[in-house]
C-alpha cells in the first residue's frame, strides 16, 4: 500500500517591518534629560624645570615631581585617583658663529588628579599652582562611568517611550499589546553647565597643616552635569476602529 509524501514544514515568514491591519505597529522614541551634581573633578598638573645641563635639569624636575606628588597624596582618601602622564626632557640650542650649542635644557612631567572629594579642591589647586615652574589646567567636572544617573536617565527614556506609545494607541481608541523593538541609540554623556552647586570650603585638615603665608583656597563651583538618553521602541496595538 503506497503512502502519501509527507508534506515539508511550512518555512517561517519574514516579519512584516510596519506591521498588519491585524496587528498594526506603533513606533515612537523615548528620550531623559538629567541636571545632576558632578562626581568627580580632575586636575591636570604640569611640573617645569630648567638647567644648564641635562643632569641639573633632571636633578631639579625630580625634585619638584616628588614634591608636587607628596602635596596631592597627602590629602589621603580625597584624591582617588594619581596618575603620571609623560615627560620630557629637551635641549634649547642657540648659535655661535657656525655651529649650535645646547644653551640650556627643559624639563617636563605631567600629572593627573582625580578628585572624590571637593571640600579639599579649592585648597589643593591653590598649592599646586603657588609652586615654582608648575601649572595647573581645570578643573574638570564629570560623573563616573558607572553612575547611577546614566541608569536613571536610560530608564526615564523607556518609560517616555512607553508612555508616548500609550497616548497614541488610546488616540485611536485602543491599546498597546506587546513590545517589538528597544534600541538604545544615544549613549549619555555629561556636558557642563552654568553652576549651580554649593560653594566650596577650605579644609585645613587634610595633609599637613595650613601656614601663615599659603595662599587663600580658590572658591571653586562645581559644574552641574547633563545626562542625556535616546532609545527608539515599536508596539503592536490592537487593531482600532477606524
Known amino acids: 500500500m503506497a503512502t502519501a509524501p509527507a ?38 598638573i604640569t611640573v617645569a624645570a630648567r638647567g644648564r645641563d641635562r643632569r641639573s635639569a633632571l636633578d631639579d624636575l625630580t625634585r619638584r615631581n616628588a614634591t608636587v606628588l607628596d602635596l596631592v597624596k597627602s590629602y589621603g582618601e580625597a584624591v582617588e585617583r594619581l596618575e603620571t602622564g609623560a615627560f620630557s626632557i629637551t635641549p634649547e640650542l642657540t648659535r655661535h658663529g657656525r655651529g649650535e650649542r645646547v644653551r640650556t635644557y627643559h624639563g617636563t612631567v605631567r600629572i593627573t588628579v582625580e578628585l572624590s ?13 603657588d609652586l615654582d615652574l608648575t601649572r595647573v589646567d581645570g578643573p574638570w567636572w564629570a560623573l563616573r562611568p558607572q553612575s547611577p544617573a546614566h541608569r536613571q536617565a536610560r530608564q526615564q527614556a ?19 499589546t506587546a513590545l517589538v523593538e528597544l534600541a538604545d541609540i544615544g549613549a549619555e554623556s555629561a556636558q557642563p553647565s552654568p553652576p549651580g552647586a554649593p560653594r566650596m570650603r577650605s579644609m585645613a585638615a587634610y595633609g599637613a597643616p595650613a601656614q601663615q603665608d599659603a595662599p587663600v583656597p580658590l572658591d571653586l563651583e562645581p559644574e552641574r552635569q547633563h545626562v542625556h538618553a535616546q532609545v527608539n521602541a515599536r508596539f503592536t496595538m490592537a487593531p482600532p476602529r477606524l
Do not use: N, W
Open 7 to 44: 508534506h515539508p514544514a511550512p518555512e517561517p515568514q519574514p516579519a512584516v517591518p510596519y506591521g498588519t491591519p491585524d496587528a498594526p505597529r506603533i513606533a515612537v522614541r523615548g528620550e531623559a534629560h538629567l541636571e545632576v551634581d558632578p562626581e568627580i573633578a580632575r586636575v591636570g
Open 117 to 129: 572629594d571637593f571640600t579639599a579642591l579649592g585648597e589643593l589647586t591653590t598649592r599646586l599652582a
Open 158 to 176: 523607556v518609560r517616555e517611550a512607553v508612555q508616548r506609545a500609550r497616548e497614541y494607541a488610546e488616540a485611536l481608541g485602543t491599546s498597546l
